[in-house]
């Protein structure tokens, strides 16, 4: 669990998954990374405005919790090879980490599922999988409360949901006036599941 949630472990191929669909992915995959990026950009925005607005206390900072420590390793991957620390929350937890709803992780991993889901539909669809098992990780490690987790789930949907269309609209307004003959070879920003 805490390797499924350290960022720094997968940045390497998210890096590399993001170069291959700019340079081979033709207009779809330079569309997708760039609703990926502005979506992942607006609602960190989002997130960290309400995380200092609700100000809630993690679970590591008001109880006494499991938590899952990795080993160091350079490159960081290696951790995943390495004998995992396992403690409990303790006085020096109490203000390591910042507030608990909403995460950061659940709205990352959320806002990228739905958008591959409209991309590449039942296959984008998959990423899914991968976002709840990191939402269930955050859970697991101590970090976020179950109703953080759940309604940032929902939040960041709908906040992607909402900015995809405001997206579509505007590249369909802006193409048909503008660059027409762009436009007739590619009548979508967002891939083939809006209409």
């Known amino acids: 669990m805490a390797g499924i949630s350290n960022a ?11 170069l291959y669909a700019l ?13 990926i990026g502005l979506a992942l950009l607006l609602n960190g925005a989002v997130t ?3 995380k200092k607005v609700v100000d809630r206390r993690r679970p590591k900072q008001v109880e006494r919790v499991r938590m899952v420590v990795l080993a160091k390793a350079r490159p960081e991957f290696l951790t995943l090879f390495k004998p995992v620390k396992i403690r409990y929350s303790d006085a020096s937890d109490r203000n390591r980490s910042g507030p608990s709803f909403p995460s950061g992780h659940v709205t990352n991993n959320a806002t990228v599922a739905l958008i591959l ?10 990423y899914f999988i991968f976002a709840i098992a990191i939402a269930w990780s955050r859970v697991y490690l101590g970090a976020h ?3 953080d987790v759940a309604a940032t789930f929902f939040l960041a949907v709908g906040e992607t949901a ?8 505007l590249y369909r307004w802006a193409m048909a006036r503008w660059a027409p003959q762009f436009f007739a ?3 979508r920003l967002v891939g083939d599941a809006i209409a």
């Open 117 to 126: 889901t409209f991309f590449y539909r039942r296959r984008g669809g998959l």
């Open 185 to 187: 070879r590619h009548p």
């Open 48 to 50: 960290s405005t309400l």
């Open 162 to 169: 909402i900015l995809l269309a405001l997206l579509e609209t």
């Open 8 to 18: 720094d472990i997968w940045t390497p191929l998210i890096v590399l998954l993001g």
């Open 23 to 35: 340079i081979f992915g033709g207009f779809k995959g330079r569309a997708l990374v760039f609703c």
């Open 145 to 147: 409360w179950p109703s």
